[in-house]
């Protein structure tokens, strides 16, 4: 899909009830940036874990048949370091990690660990 944060939004609050979209960011397959959430607003992305996180979307993450896949592109993985770059510089002891690390979810579908050490 190559969609955004009004979509997503509207998903979120249309279709969940939620009072906004879940991230605080969304990256589209272009690599553009868009604000979801305030980052001061306490996101809904990683049940159990918003409190103290940052909700980043990458557009994408599934493949024919709706499986997961790794497919982002090379724009969004771009744009994923330089945010998680910039967030890294404002916080103190950052542990970047998958939703797939807090949840029984596949997303991202990649190692973020690895790709971050």
Known sequence: MDIGVDEIRDWHVNGNGWSDVGYHWIICRDGKLEEGRKESVIGSHAKG?????????????KG???????????????TLAGLVDNIKSRFENLDVMGHNEVSSKTCPNFDVRAFFS
Do not use: A, R, W
């Open 49 to 61: 874990h918003n409190t103290y996180s940052i909700g980043i979307c990458l557009v994408g993450g």
């Open 64 to 78: 024919f048949n709706n499986k997961p896949e790794f497919n982002f592109t090379y724009e969004q993985m771009d």
